[in-house]
């Protein structure tokens, strides 16, 4: 039937249901497509569905099956890991890493720098050769690096986004990441040559202690007894042995997801290499303080490879008296003095 004899009023009445369609079809189109898909993927759900998905007594159609996967669709466990690592293993580590800091500025403030206890002699002890300290340096260099990377990564986002905007946030938690992924793996290699290469000094000793019970010198007269490493240095020692090596395993899980390991398992490797990377941080901050402005002469072991024999004397008695006889004159050394000019470590040290 034809509208034109309607006349001009039929025409613009054409047009106008025209317009109407074309605006309200592809609503109506979508939301029927919605509903049948809808109706196809997960058809008759309802809140007791749910509880049986997150319970596991589903069929197929509920589990997740990519990379031999056998997971339902809500999975209990990563609400277990977030719990766990927001309302424990971070406020742990602001805890431990806080309370230390605060610890040591306390420390230094009432007790003060260890001062020797009597002048320098100006004869020296070999202590550390050119290996071990180039060796040590490298570990402390990639500690630290990690350990500042890991705490932006676990923290930066309180303090940082807000102070910087997303922009520069961004680019820092990114070099973090890629400076975390990639340098950790070299330092889990290089500790463990470290580790075994100083083992024979770390070995416990009875009196380690009396050095315990002494507070390594703070507590009553003088200075404890102690060999070529002290109580302290032991115990650094086997913390790195223990919690470091399991932050460096938990860290190669974490690193290579692509060896099998299931969800559940990197769940754990997460909350297992956070508390022990924030533990072995605090202990650190430690272990730098009485090495670097803590305690006299300490520092210069590690950078020039000798002691004053009256820091020996104050710190490492029992070692001392087993090397007094290799001491040389300061001059004797010389400020050029290449590498292979050192005596050698078994003749300065016991072994």
Request: charged fraction near 20%; charge should be neutral; aromatic fraction near 10%.
């Amino acid at each position: 039937m034809s509208l034109c004899r309607y006349g001009p009023l039929g025409g613009l009445l054409l047009a106008v249901m025209l317009v109407l369609a074309a605006l309200l079809a592809p609503p109506a189109l979508a939301q029927a497509e919605t509903e049948r898909e809808a109706a196809t993927a997960v058809a008759g759900v309802s809140p007791d569905v749910w509880r049986q998905v997150r319970s596991g007594e589903v069929d197929a159609n509920f589990r997740d099956t990519r990379f031999d996967s056998n997971y339902n669709l809500i999975n209990a466990s990563g609400e277990r890991w977030r719990q766990l690592r927001n309302r424990w293993v971070s406020p742990f580590g602001l805890i431990a890493v806080g309370g230390m800091i605060l610890a040591i500025a306390l420390f230094y403030v009432i007790v003060g720098r260890k001062e020797l206890s009597e002048p320098r002699t100006g004869r020296k002890l070999l202590r550390w050769p050119l290996f071990v300290r180039s060796l040590h340096w490298t570990v402390a260099t990639l500690f630290i690096v990690l350990a500042l990377s890991g705490l932006n990564l676990l923290y930066g986002k309180f303090v940082f986004r807000s102070l910087f905007g997303d922009a520069v946030w961004g680019s820092m938690i990114s070099a973090s990441k890629i400076a975390h992924n990639y340098l950790g793996p070299l330092f889990g290699v290089l500790l463990i040559v470290l580790l075994a290469r100083v083992l024979k000094h770390n070995w416990p000793k009875r009196h380690d202690l009396e050095w315990f019970r002494q507070g390594g010198g703070l507590v009553g007269k003088g200075h404890p007894d102690a060999g070529f490493a002290n109580g302290g240095e032991k115990l650094w020692f086997w913390l790195l042995a223990t919690a470091g090596l399991a932050v460096v395993a938990s860290g190669f899980v974490l690193d290579f997801p692509n060896y099998g390991q299931s969800r559940d398992t990197m769940q754990w490797a997460n909350l297992i290499h956070g508390v022990g990377a924030l533990g072995l941080t605090a202990v650190a901050l430690g272990h730098i303080y009485i090495g670097t402005i803590g305690s006299e002469g300490s520092l210069e072991g590690m950078t020039t490879g000798y002691v004053d024999e009256t820091w020996a004397k104050d710190h490492h008695n029992l070692w001392y008296e087993e090397v007094k006889d290799q001491a040389l004159p300061e001059e004797a050394l010389g400020g050029d003095r290449s590498p292979g000019d050192e005596p050698s470590e078994t003749a300065s040290r016991p072994g």
